[in-house]
């Protein structure tokens, strides 16, 4: 698709369009295809490399240009540029339907992914192939949702998912080291934290090697440099306790 904007000229291609309605009027932003959910995912911080141009129109594919006044009533500025990070942060992205199956069938690979990195069989400790766990996402009928990160998504699959399957995050294995006068009472603090201890070492201190949830992990740390003021400390041996191999059904 190729657009022509009578007012300046400029040749916008490959374009994709945000939308938004305020103060009763329609605005639209002309952005390059791809970068829209690279911006608002945070992986892409530059404006320019997202916006074809900093102009906002009426509409996009007739190259009508919006009124300055009419921008300034609904947006209470006449920055463009901050007005067009509002369009693109708040509104709403034009895709035909083919591009929105295709980006709902990507995200959904996406997320098995993540899910197939994150997760094992906790019975034999290998991870699930992708494939596997599309299927499995199929089986729940889980349906993608457009606007929420794959990475969020993937832990709402990883919770649907246990009520099907024996499925859980792959333990981290962690080093802690505590000081001696501190180490008795911050084990028991961290006793529920952990899942597994596989070995302990009380000499000038405590020494202690252990399987912990991923999502344990920053309280864990947290804990240790607050209660410790820095005396002890953490270190990660694994971030995954797999066994070779792929998990077959």
């Not at 911006?39 to 074809?52: H, M, T």
């Not at 895709?95 to 899910?115: G, N, P």
């Not at 099907?164 to 008795?184: C, D, N, Y």
């Not at 961290?190 to 344990?216: A, H, I, N, R, T």
Request: aromatic fraction near 4%; hydrophobic fraction near 35%; charge should be neutral.
């Amino acid at each position: 698709m190729s657009i022509f904007t009578p007012t300046n000229q400029i040749r916008l291609t490959n374009v994709a369009v945000v939308r938004m309605k305020k103060g009763g009027k329609r605005f639209e932003i002309a952005c390059y295809k791809n970068k829209v959910v690279s911006w608002r995912s945070g992986a892409e911080k530059d404006l320019d490399e997202v916006l074809q141009t900093h102009t906002v129109f009426v509409n996009v594919s007739k190259g009508q240009v919006a009124k300055k006044d009419d921008l300034s009533k609904a947006f209470g500025t006449d920055d463009l540029t901050e007005i067009c990070k509002q369009i693109l942060t708040k509104g709403e992205l034009q895709v035909s339907d083919k591009e929105r199956h295709t980006q709902l069938e990507t995200m959904f690979r996406d997320i098995a992914t993540i899910v197939a990195e994150k997760c094992v069989n906790p019975e034999t400790k290998r991870p699930y192939t992708v494939s596997l766990i599309e299927r499995a996402m199929k089986d729940i009928h889980y349906s993608v949702k457009a606007g929420k990160s794959t990475k969020q998504q993937a832990l709402e699959v990883i919770r649907q998912l246990k009520e099907t399957m024996e499925i859980q995050r792959a333990h981290m294995r962690l080093r802690l080291v505590l000081p001696a006068k501190e180490a008795k009472r911050l084990k028991e603090k961290l006793k529920p934290l952990l899942q597994v201890v596989e070995s302990e070492d009380f000499d000038e201190e405590l020494e202690m090697v252990c399987l912990v949830d991923p999502g344990c992990f920053r309280e864990i740390d947290e804990l240790i440099r607050c209660e410790t003021k820095g005396r002890g400390s953490l270190e990660v041996l694994n971030l995954k306790d797999v066994e070779e191999g792929d998990e077959k059904l």
